[in-house]
C-alpha cells in the first residue's frame, strides 16, 4: 500500500466518523427542538387561542360628552378572523410561543444544529480530500453534501433574522434520515469516477442541483406548514373549535398568508436556478456523450421537474389558482424532485448509473 492510498483510507475513515458524530450532535439538537415546542404550548398562545374562534369581538359603547347633550357612539367591531381569502392574521410567536424557558431550548437547538452543521462540513471536506474531487460523484456523497447544503440555507434565512426557526424542528428530523440511509444503505467507499464524470462541468452542474434540492425542500416545507394552517384559520373563520394540540402548534406558526408568500418567494427565487442546472447538464452531456439530449432517464425526471414547477409558479400567478390548488402543485413538483434522486437512481438504469449508489 502506498503512503498516498493509506493517506486516503485514513481521510476516508475520518470523513465516516466526523458524519457520524454530526449525526450525534444533530440527535440532540432534534430533542432540544422538541423541547422548545414542549415548553411553547404552556404560553398565553395556548391559552387564549380559543378566543379566536368567536367571529367578533364586540366592544361596549363609548359615551362622549359635548356641550348641549350627550352622544353614544358605537365602538367598532373587531375582527378576529374575516372571511376565507381576506383575513387578517398575525403571525405566530414561533415554536417557543413567547415562553422564556422554550425560548431557551431553542437557542441550545439552533446552536448545537450549528455545531453539528460545522462536523458535517467537515465531514464532507474530508471526503473529498480523499477522493481527491468534488464530494458528489453518488448517492451517499450526494446526500451527505444535500443534508449539509440543506442546513446552511436554513441558517442563513435565521442569520438574515427571517422568522424561521419553527423549520428547525422538520429540518433536523429529515437530515436525520437523509445521513441515516447514506452511512447504511447508500453508503460506497471511496473510488475515483468514470472518465465521464472527470470535468469541470461535475462541479458547475451537480453543485446546483444540490443547492436546488436544498432550496425546494425549504419551499416544500413551508408549502406543507401553509396547508396545515390554512385549515386551521379557515376552521376558526367558520366558528369550529380545532383540537387542543392542533391549537398550541399551528397558532405559534406564521399567519397562512405568510407561509404562502415565503415558499412562492423561495421556489420562484431558485427556480432559474435549476433551468441553469438543467441547462448545464445538457451541454454537459454533449461533452461526455455528444448529444445535448436523449430523454435519458435523469434528464426525463429533471425535465418533469422544472416543468412542474413551471406550472406552479405559473398557477399560482394566476388569478383562482392561489393558495391551496397551487400549493398541491408545489409538493407534486417536489415530489417529482425526489423521486428523480432516489427513484430513478435505485430503480431505473441510465446513462447516469456509472456512478453507482
Given at each position: 500500500m502506498t503512503l498516498a492510498t493509506a493517506t486516503n483510507e485514513h481521510l476516508a475513515n475520518v470523513s465516516n466518523t466526523l458524519i457520524y458524530s454530526a449525526m450525534a450532535v444533530y440527535t440532540l439538537a432534534f430533542f432540544a427542538y422538541i423541547a422548545e415546542w414542549i415548553f411553547g404550548s404552556r404560553s398565553k398562545v395556548s391559552r387564549t387561542a380559543a378566543a379566536l374562534t368567536a367571529e367578533k369581538?364586540?366592544?361596549?359603547?363609548?359615551?362622549?360628552?359635548?356641550?348641549?347633550?350627550?352622544?353614544?357612539?358605537?365602538?367598532?367591531?373587531?375582527v378576529t378572523r374575516s372571511a376565507t381569502g381576506a383575513r387578517d392574521v398575525p403571525d405566530g410567536p414561533g415554536a417557543h410561543g413567547g415562553d422564556a424557558q422554550g425560548d431557551l431550548y431553542g437557542r441550545i437547538a439552533v446552536s448545537l444544529t450549528v455545531v453539528?452543521?460545522?462536523?458535517?462540513?467537515?465531514?464532507?471536506?474530508?471526503?473529498?480530500?480523499?477522493?481527491?474531487?468534488?464530494?458528489?460523484?453518488?448517492?451517499?456523497?450526494?446526500?451527505?453534501?444535500f443534508s449539509t447544503v440543506a442546513v446552511t440555507v436554513y441558517l442563513a434565512f435565521l442569520l438574515a433574522k427571517k422568522n424561521i426557526r419553527w423549520l428547525g424542528l422538520p429540518l433536523v428530523a429529515t437530515v436525520l434520515l437523509d445521513l441515516g440511509l447514506a452511512v447504511t444503505v447508500l453508503y460506497t467507499a471511496s473510488d475515483q469516477l468514470v472518465p465521464a464524470l472527470h470535468s469541470y462541468w461535475l462541479y458547475i452542474h451537480v453543485s446546483t442541483a444540490i443547492l436546488c434540492g436544498a432550496i425546494f425542500y425549504v419551499g416544500a416545507v413551508g408549502t406543507l406548514m401553509y396547508l396545515f394552517k390554512d385549515s386551521y384559520e379557515n376552521k376558526l373563520a367558520t366558528g369550529g373549535r380545532p383540537g387542543r394540540f392542533a391549537t398550541s402548534v399551528l397558532e405559534r406558526l406564521p399567519s397562512a398568508a405568510s407561509l404562502d408568500k415565503f415558499s412562492y418567494r423561495v421556489n420562484a427565487a431558485v427556480f432559474p436556478l435549476w433551468t441553469f442546472t438543467i441547462i448545464a447538464g445538457a451541454i454537459w452531456a454533449g461533452d461526455a456523450w455528444g448529444r445535448y439530449w436523449g430523454w435519458d432517464p435523469k434528464e426525463?425526471?429533471?425535465?418533469?421537474?422544472?416543468?412542474?414547477?413551471?406550472?406552479?409558479?405559473?398557477?399560482?400567478?394566476?388569478?383562482?389558482?392561489?393558495?391551496?390548488?397551487?400549493?398541491?402543485i408545489a409538493l407534486i413538483a417536489f415530489a417529482c424532485f425526489l423521486f428523480n434522486y432516489y427513484g430513478v437512481n435505485i430503480f431505473v438504469s441510465g446513462k447516469h448509473s456509472y456512478a453507482g449508489v
Open positions: 369581538a364586540q366592544a361596549p359603547a363609548v359615551t362622549v360628552k359635548s356641550a348641549g347633550g350627550t352622544t353614544v357612539l358605537e365602538r367598532p367591531t373587531v453539528a452543521w460545522a462536523v458535517a462540513t467537515a465531514g464532507v471536506v474530508a471526503r473529498a480530500l480523499s477522493v481527491q474531487r468534488a464530494p458528489w460523484g453518488n448517492m451517499y456523497e450526494f446526500s451527505i453534501t426525463t425526471w429533471a425535465f418533469i421537474t422544472w416543468v412542474a414547477y413551471a406550472c406552479y409558479l405559473h398557477a399560482r400567478a394566476t388569478a383562482g389558482w392561489k393558495g391551496r390548488k397551487a400549493a398541491y
